[in-house]
């Protein structure tokens, strides 16, 4: 079986070089790594690829968390990105969240996201980029200015959110990502029912905690079980389809 883990926060992880081992173990063939701030960003340019393997190759994405912009770094961000947009398979991680403290606070912050991400879009659309978007609690808006940008290939990673902004991403060609919550949140697992195979990607979101247990990218084992429970095809079909479309969304061999 191979698989790719489309979302991972590489430079949070413990034992990296353990976690890459069991990685490879339980198939993955590829991680994607997401970047979230200018450090985060410089860590995956400088270090990540070191740690890919013969068997498990690791590609560098860059990005901007909407958490936090009122104290990052964003335009030096955004040059940092610009500058190695030749380098990356993907912006990301990027997007809105609206359920952020600050920004269930304050409208300021929340403009601050959309003005981020609308320049993170641009950069995407104008280098055909695809983009691994985090759009919690700003699901309708997010899918509105991915749409109205008139980027080609975004996946909403992690995808809880309402069925109207579900369907109108779907029918736009984009894609939904798949995490372990899959065997327990019923919102997740509701998109995952309804969105067409062919529209799916695995991750892990790692070194995210659920339900008390932090992943990593070998747990894309629950993912993948629990999307072919929901869409009842055999694992080995949904590993072989989620691959592909992971492959064809980053341009990876
Ligand atoms: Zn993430």
Redesign the pocket.
């Given at each position: 079986m191979e698989l790719i883990d489309t979302?991972v926060?590489l430079e949070s992880v413990a034992d990296l070089e353990g976690a890459i081992r069991r990685a490879a173990k339980a198939g993955v063939i590829a991680i994607i790594a997401?970047g979230s701030d200018y450090e985060s960003n410089m860590w995956i340019l400088r270090e990540s690829q070191k740690y890919g393997t013969r068997n498990l190759k690791i590609y560098p994405a860059l990005g901007l968390h909407p958490w936090g912009l009122d104290v990052s770094r964003v335009d030096e961000t955004i040059e940092l990105i610009e500058k190695n947009i030749d380098s990356i398979v993907a912006l990301g991680?990027v997007g809105l969240d609206y359920w952020y403290k600050e920004a269930r606070k304050s409208v300021e912050v929340k403009e601050m996201q959309k003005k981020a991400f609308w320049r993170i879009l641009n950069l995407a659309r104008g280098n055909n980029k695809p983009l691994s978007i985090?759009s919690r609690g700003a699901w309708m808006d997010c899918v509105n200015m991915v749409i109205e940008a008139g980027v080609k290939k975004a996946i909403f990673?992690w995808f809880s959110g309402p069925l109207e902004a579900l369907k109108k991403l779907l029918d736009h060609g984009h894609y939904i990502s798949a995490t372990p919550a899959a065997t327990y949140s019923k919102e997740h697992r509701k998109v995952i029912e309804l969105t067409p195979l062919e529209n799916i990607v695995l991750e892990t979101?790692t070194p995210?905690v659920y339900m008390g247990e932090t992943v990593e990218p070998a747990h894309i084992i629950k993912a993948l079980n629990a999307v072919a429970e929901l869409k009842g095809e055999r694992v080995e079909k949904v590993a072989e389809k989620t691959t592909e479309t992971a492959r064809k969304i980053f341009g990876i061999g």
């Open positions: 979302h926060h997401v991680e985090h990673h979101d995210v």
